[in-house]
C-alpha cells in the first residue's frame, strides 16, 4: 500500500519530466487566460443619470439595487428610480435616479409644502397638478430646482 510520501514523490517526478512540465504551464496559462477573459466580460456598461447628469459606469452588479449600492447612492423615501430596484441589468441599460427636492407653493397666500423629483419650477407644477397657466409667480418657470428645495409664491388671476 503506497504512503502519502510516495505519491507525492510520483507527482513531483511526473513534474519534472518536459511532458509535466508543459502541462503544468498549460493548464496555468489557461487558468490565467480563462480568470482575464471572465474578468473582463463581466462588467456591464450602464447608462447612470441622477438628477438629470449622466455618466457611463462599468459596473459588476447583477441588480438596480446593487449598482446603487456600489455607486454609494441612497434613496429616501420620496426618491426615484427607474427601472426598480430588483430590475436585473443588461449592458447598454438607462438607469435613472431622482432624489426628491421639498417645494414650498404659496397660492394666492395659502402655503403647502410638497415633495417633488420634478427638476424645474414648471415641470413640478404640472407634475403636482397646479394650475398656473396666467399666474404670476415669483421664481421664473424655467427654475431649477436644487437639492434644497425652493419656495415658490403664485397669485393666480382674479376678475
Do not use: C, H
Request: glycine share 10%.
Amino acid at each position: 500500500m503506497p504512503g502519502p510520501i510516495k505519491v507525492w514523490s510520483e507527482v513531483l517526478s511526473f513534474l519534472a519530466s518536459r511532458s509535466g512540465r508543459l502541462l503544468a504551464q498549460g493548464t496555468v496559462l489557461s487558468a490565467v487566460v480563462g480568470a482575464t477573459l471572465a474578468y473582463a466580460d463581466s462588467g456591464t456598461t450602464l447608462n447612470l443619470s441622477v438628477d438629470g447628469k449622466s455618466r457611463q459606469v462599468q459596473a459588476g452588479a447583477t441588480t438596480v439595487r446593487e449598482l446603487l449600492a456600489a455607486e454609494a447612492i441612497t434613496l429616501g423615501q420620496y426618491d426615484l428610480v427607474a427601472p426598480t430596484l430588483d430590475t436585473p441589468l443588461a449592458d447598454g441599460q438607462d438607469v435613472i435616479v431622482r432624489y426628491a427636492r421639498p417645494l414650498s407653493v404659496t397660492v394666492d397666500g395659502v402655503p403647502k409644502i410638497y415633495q417633488t423629483t420634478e427638476l424645474t419650477v414648471d415641470g413640478a407644477l404640472a407634475a403636482l397638478g397646479i394650475r398656473a397657466d396666467g399666474a404670476k409667480l415669483s421664481v421664473s418657470r424655467s427654475q431649477p430646482l436644487g437639492r434644497t428645495g425652493l419656495a415658490v409664491a403664485l397669485t393666480t388671476p382674479k376678475t
